[in-house]
């Protein structure tokens, strides 16, 4: 009975969301494009149109579908309000800007105009909904209009796990690392978004001005709180701890971290080994929210289509960093081995894309440039990356690299290659890290100090200096002020 039960469930999760057959897209050139922007907080690309079959995704593989979708797209910083910050200014983190969760876009590159103040300034309605920047009220001229849904930051519905001395925003003294509770979709801050998206939507549908309408979703991000319906998609017999699931002794130690966000949840030990069991329990609650993210982007995405605005609006979609669950015995981001680093990115260009996929290196500062080419607005000098619109016209991209960085490691990906290097104020390294993905995917064999690749090593030195920017050891970081 529970079989058929989940058989008709899943069954239903697929044919709710059919992709249906389109004709040719006629595009207005002469009409300014909309944009509709969604990001998907500490998404990984562990989805089903990535080849990850065990994913149930079915809206995100739509629109993949009409989409041109990146392989190896590259967040620029694996933390989430330093990733939105380089990402919307289009600027390259350094030793000092763009550091943490709590950076702030408008006061590390207060001289930069953001995309969506650059939008704005060009006529088109800005609208803000969710988590876009980590900070609500962050680079506020950019908006016509801001919204965040009100209730406890960590969105729990049980009682159990609401922590009620107001500190539930750390996640500690209790709380649990996910829930599975009877709830509608709507109970949860997804749900919300989603809807506010689709009430948007319709409001801007009349409208003579073009629109960026920025939807930033709240999961998989922890804790993994989700209704239990998606829950019941899973079969945690049959989920798999990663392959990765150790630590060689020839990875530089400062590689491996604590995963301090997840410790900070009361059900989870404060250091030491995570329990198999654990370890299952928590891939299976990324995955119902994964699902659960999935199900409500689909309907805004259904939305966009029954208003007949999908042919004149471009949809990206990306995750602001990749995310460990059990890589390398790690869990969350914080790290630069690719599981942290590379990341979903999905554009959808009415008339241009149908469901291509690339190899192309891409850095998530190329984002600005690129919706900045394809609504055809003058872009300032501050923005650090390139546009991808060759990519879109079926071209190839010159620059085949990107560089990240997470406090003082700061990582070239160029082909199969990651080296990293961590580096002190001056620039000198003190440990460093190579890996050859042609070879080893799994980040398992260091090479950089095997002798046969210290010529190799040498040259990849020199190259990240040369891409890491020209202001990367420039120290521009606000002294303060003794009181």
Known sequence: MKFLVKFIVIS????????????????DKNKPM?????????????????????I??????????????????YCNVPVCGASRASLLTGTRPTRHRFVDYKTRADTDVPHAISLPKLLRQNGYTTISNGKIYHHNDDDSLAWDRRWFPKGNIRNYQLKKNIKENGEA????????????????????FDGKIAQKGITDLRKLKDKNHPF?????????????????KYWDLYDRNKILLPESYVQPETTPKQAFNNFGELRNYGNIPRKGKISDDLAKELIHGYYACVSYVDAQIGLVLDELKRLELDDDTIVVLWGDHGWNLGDHKLWCKHTTFETALRAPLIIKVPGKTKGEKTE????YIDIYPTLAELTGVAMPNTVAGKSFVPLIEGQQLEKDWAVSKFKDAVTLIKGDLFYTEWTKDDGIAYAR?????????????????????????????LE??????????????????KP
């Open 56 to 73: 149930l995704s079915p809206n995100l593989d739509n629109l993949a579908g009409e989409s041109l979708v990146f392989n190896k797209a």
């Open 212 to 228: 960026f309408l920025a939807l930033g979703f709240m999961k998989p991000h922890l804790p993994f709180n989700a209704p239990k």
């Open 34 to 54: 909309n944009i509709l922007f969604i990001a998907v907080d500490d998404l990984r690309p562990e989805l089903n149109f990535y080849g990850a079959n065990h």
């Open 464 to 481: 990240l200096r040369e891409k890491w920017g020209s202001d990367f050891l420039i120290n521009d970081k606000p002294e303060k002020t």
């Open 12 to 27: 239903f999760f697929f044919m709710s969301c059919k992709n249906e057959k389109k004709e040719e897209v006629i595009v």
């Open 169 to 188: 925003n750390l996640a500690m003294g209790g709380a649990s690392a996910f829930e599975m509770a009877e709830v509608n979709d709507t109970a949860y």
């Open 433 to 461: 890290m190579l890996f050859d993905h042609k070879t080893d995917p799994l980040e398992l064999d260091n090479l950089a100090e095997k002798p046969e690749y210290q010529e190799k090593v040498k040259a990849l030195a």
């Open 360 to 363: 192309s290196i891409t850095e």
